[in-house]
């Protein structure tokens, strides 16, 4: 598939590791760890095809004093970021272990993918129109970022399979959602479909 990008979105240890912050706070991330295997996989294959990683990472900026600042509506949403968390250059911060091919890193510091990032202009300068979605929350990043990307007329594939949110109703109810305005596939499926078309 020309002109297509993977992205991952927030696939970062203080999100969706049990020794993350979030889990600490009470939030059961188990759901992010049984979709990591698929996006692996799909990593891996999207590197054979030459097709963009790009991975989307979630931040919080700090003062010179070391204080949180612009959380936004992240302070009411999750207030313990105002004092630890997905802070630069810290373990919490960096993607899980297991994403091995990440092409492009861009930050987001609200709960936009494109809104303040570089993200529109990687896609612009690697000529890309279409995206395939993938991480963690469903409901949360993947569907704003879709809905943001289909109204710059990107065509968009969802993998079930690499996405999942906090309880699997969020997440079924999500992808029922997005099956409005983009296409929700397997990896699997998706994949086949690739392979398909270069014969």
């Avoid at 993977?6 to 889990?23: A, E, R, S, W, Y």
């Avoid at 091995?100 to 987001?108: M, P």
Wanted: net charge neutral; glycine share 4%; with cysteine.
């Amino acid at each position: 598939m020309a002109n297509t990008a993977f992205i991952i979105l927030d696939l970062q240890n203080d999100i969706c590791n049990k020794g993350g912050i979030f889990h600490k706070n009470g939030l059961d991330v188990t759901a992010a760890t049984t979709i990591i295997p698929n996006i692996v996989e799909m990593a891996y294959f999207c590197k054979n095809q030459n097709i963009p990683i790009i991975a989307i990472q979630l931040s919080v900026l700090e003062n010179a004093n070391k204080e949180a600042i612009g959380l936004g509506v992240y302070k009411k949403m999750m207030p313990f970021l105002e004092i630890e968390g997905l802070r630069n250059d810290s373990w919490g911060h960096d993607f899980i272990e297991e994403i091995k091919y990440i092409d492009y890193k861009i930050k987001r510091w609200t709960m936009s993918s494109f809104y303040q990032t570089e993200l529109a202009k990687y896609l612009a300068a690697l000529r890309i129109n279409t995206l395939i979605l993938s991480g963690f929350t469903t409901n949360g990043i993947v569907e704003t970022t879709a809905r943001e990307a289909a109204s710059r007329n990107y065509k968009l594939f969802t993998l079930s399979d690499c996405t999942a949110s906090y309880s699997k109703e969020l997440h079924l109810t999500s992808l029922t959602n997005l099956n409005n305005f983009t296409e929700v596939i397997t990896s699997k499926q998706l994949i086949e479909n690739i392979q398909r078309e270069k014969k």
